[in-house]
């Protein structure tokens, strides 16, 4: 688990505001991921990267901006904050397709 | 696309007890299917998993069983201890385009009574 970190781990910000969520992977793991977590709705996918360079959009993609430039790291855009932003955000990794996903420790993102 | 449904959403068993949590996917090419238990504040870990070619899995306390026919699985958790306690996902791979991921149902909070 150390092999994956997410920063911040708290963070608070203002509505219309840009925010970017880190993630940084020590494994070489090809695919990335990034949920969010809200009560009720279990882990839902916002993007995913199967490499460098590659990125899908998930189930809920809308207001959020990824990249891939190095396969270490998978930074999350906030492009501009909403208040329905607010929520826990992990991001995952792994090495294979239909494989064990590793989460991060999370991010606590509040949008005031 | 994958769609999973998780069952029930709260448990509550009392220590020693067993406890079952059922899953039904919608995608009959998934082919893998882990169970995630998440304790508060941390991150999900899995705990098991299943493929596609076998029906049965155990570890220790745990089982899960498949039943692709049906397009359903299940974790059980026997002899339940208050470590137990956790909000517990399951979820199925999506193929859809060629790309692969986890689909995960909504979660189940276990809650194990002393």
């Known amino acids: 688990d150390a092999g994956i970190t997410q920063s911040p781990r708290y963070k608070i910000t203002e509505t219309g505001r840009q925010v970017t969520l880190m993630c940084h992977q020590t494994w070489s793991h090809s695919y990335m991921f990034w949920y969010r977590q809200d009560l009720g709705h279990g882990l839902r996918l916002i993007y995913y990267?199967?490499?460098?360079?590659?990125?899908d959009k998930g189930e809920v993609p809308d207001g959020y901006v990824v990249s891939r430039s190095k396969t270490e790291n998978f930074p999350l855009t906030l492009e501009s904050a909403t208040r329905s932003q607010t929520s826990v955000y992990f991001c995952?990794?792994?090495?294979?397709?239909?494989?064990?996903?590793?989460f991060g420790p999370g991010t606590r993102l509040t949008v005031l | 696309g994958e769609n999973v449904e998780q069952h029930p959403s709260t448990l509550s068993v009392q220590e020693g007890d067993s406890a079952v949590i059922k899953c039904t996917y919608s995608?009959?090419?998934?082919?893998?299917f882990p169970w995630y238990k998440q304790e508060l504040g941390k991150r999900p870990q899995l705990i098991i998993d299943i493929r596609s070619n076998v029906g049965e899995k155990k570890d220790q306390r745990i089982a899960v069983t498949l039943n692709k026919t049906a397009k359903h699985f299940s974790l059980h958790i026997t002899e339940t201890q208050p470590e137990d306690s956790a909000v517990y996902f399951c979820a199925a791979s999506e193929t859809q385009g060629g790309s692969e991921k986890l689909v995960f149902g909504k979660g189940t909070k276990l809650t194990v009574n002393p």
């Open positions: 990267s199967a490499a460098a360079d590659i990125t």
């Open positions: 995952a990794s792994t090495g294979l397709a239909s494989d064990t996903q590793y």
């Open positions: 995608d009959s090419a998934s082919n893998y």
